[in-house]
Nanobody, 128 residues
């Protein structure tokens, strides 16, 4: 598998914004739905958001409550996550992935499915 490359994380005050980016080979963007996942210390990795291959459908975890926006630019080979009104609960390492399973109903990554999986991640720290 070819790993993704995440960037854009950082330290931000609660209520602030960050824009995460993810790059991968164009073949990943052409072939798969894409999603953002996060993992906080002591917790399981969880799905945050996903977007269909064409970009026509998006999905978000219930906890997001309209505060994030996912987008993809297949020509540039870049996936984005605009994060607004950040809360402390968003503190985590954020990863991206490309696969058929990243959108509901599975809303997860299936190991050894042939998709493109985690890069090094980008850390988001939200303080009050």
């Amino acid at each position: 598998q070819v790993q993704m490359e995440e960037s854009g994380g950082g330290l931000v005050q609660a209520g602030g914004s960050l824009r995460l980016s993810c790059t991968a080979p164009k073949s990943a963007f052409d072939a798969y739905a894409m999603g953002w996942f996060r993992q906080a210390p002591g917790k399981e990795r969880e799905a945050v958001s996903c977007i269909s291959r064409s970009g026509g459908s998006t999905y978000y975890a219930d906890s997001i409550k309209g505060r994030f926006t996912i987008a993809r630019d297949n020509d540039k080979g870049t996936l984005y996550l605009q994060m607004d009104s950040l809360e402390h609960e968003e503190t985590a390492m954020y990863y991206c992935a490309a696969d058929f399973s990243v959108c509901p109903p599975r809303f997860r990554v299936v190991p050894n499915s042939g998709g493109f999986y985690w890069g090094q991640g980008t850390q988001v720290n939200v303080f009050s």
